[in-house]
DNA sequence: CAACTTTTATATCGAGTGGTAGATAAGTCT
DNA sequence: AGACTTATCTACCACTCGATATAAAAGTTG
């Protein structure tokens, strides 16, 4: 049951905007300022939606993931390990540098170091990131258990490796890499991954 | 000739704590504040000495390169690319681990996105990132003359891919990751160096 | 319609921002 | 010593920060 005056924004839309800032600027260069210019609302409906710039934060790194889940289904969905690497630095070469979005990842630009009294952002971040490490990292255990994955390969390794690579190519995204740069990156983590893994 | 009353405070020391600052709380989140009471000096001092914060960054940022071009010259002095490689590597799990220093690095900590009036300084990181990647080049073009790289090798991507897992193992350790982790990372990322390389 | 509930906009809060003016202190040079 | 030059300190600048009190507006429910 719903009362009382709806809301009269778009609550995803206001989040895809609020996402954008946070993406581009971080979550301290994100001024409230920018955040509502772009939300198109003014700061108390802000505060009465998401509490908080933490909690609109957080909400967009929730939006975020949404988004990213398909992507990872299908990654995850390879065949065998190194079909899944493939996939996974090769979706990553793309959306790091889709046109649609600021160049890199959210959850890399949003922010590593922060000023007083945002001090929890980075471990927020940093959470959020490890979970794609833990996805892959299962995948890559249940390759052992299938044979995939040879006995003496080292899933934490090498979900770690890609996890690694991941946030640099986020880096080198944000630095201006095109895509063919980021392709070629992910080309050569390639090999390494697949001598680790299964040679 | 130096005439007037003498600086009183030393200039060195005063950058380190900067360096420190900027380190952990990246350049928006490090206030005048913070650097201030860091650097043992009042902020007319801190003025007087560096124009302004940014000219204050940049300043810390000559000194970080000053600290790590021994480093860098011992690591382009390895005998084969791999070397170089495993140099490269080895040496960055330990620096971006080393306790006397934030986690990470300052070329990503610093700032990889800004708020307004501080658009200009995740273009100054990248730029002095990429000053290692083209020192990487370079020797790997040598590595190629010498007939040390296959005629085709890529050097770039080689570069690239070097810098690249750098960046993100500064995004790790920034996250916590401790030394044995990153020395993973290097193992695993020097198999897929030598594999696209050299074999 | 009237009672009720929630959202919205205006205006503002105290705290903190980067940066500076003006006076004083501390040294060097003739 | 005395003139000169520079550094340092106190106090403060205009501005922006994240966040909110208040009241008007816009709906739903009886």
């Known amino acids: 049951m719903v009362m009382g005056r709806p809301r009269s924004f778009d609550m ?3 989040l895809d905007e609020a996402m954008e800032v946070f993406w581009r600027h971080g979550y301290d260069g994100a001024s409230l300022a920018m955040l509502t210019k772009a939300m198109g609302i003014k700061a108390p409906s802000l505060y009465a939606a998401f509490g908080s710039k933490e909690g609109l934060l957080k909400a967009a790194l929730d939006r975020y993931a949404l988004r990213r889940s398909e992507h990872m289904r299908y990654v995850l969905a390879g065949p065998t390990a190194r079909d899944v690497a493939e996939r996974f630095l090769s979706s990553i070469a793309e959306s790091h540098t889709d046109p649609a979005n600021p160049p890199g990842c959210l959850l890399v630009q949003g ?9 929890n952002i ?9 979970q794609t490490e833990t996805e892959l990292l299962g995948r890559f255990a249940q390759a052992k258990e299938d044979g995939d994955l040879p006995t003496d390969a080292d899933p934490v390794a090498l979900a770690r490796f890609l996890s690694t690579v ?9 630095s201006g890499a095109n895509r063919d ?12 991954f697949a001598r680790s893994g299964q040679d």
């Open 12 to 14: 995803d839309k206001a």
């Open 111 to 119: 922010g590593l170091a922060c000023g007083a009294g945002s001090e």
């Open 181 to 192: 740069a980021l392709r070629a990156v992910a080309s050569v983590s390639l090999n390494a």
């Open 122 to 130: 980075p471990f927020e971040l940093a959470s959020r990131r490890a």
């Open 166 to 174: 991941a946030s640099g190519m986020g880096v080198m995204a944000s």
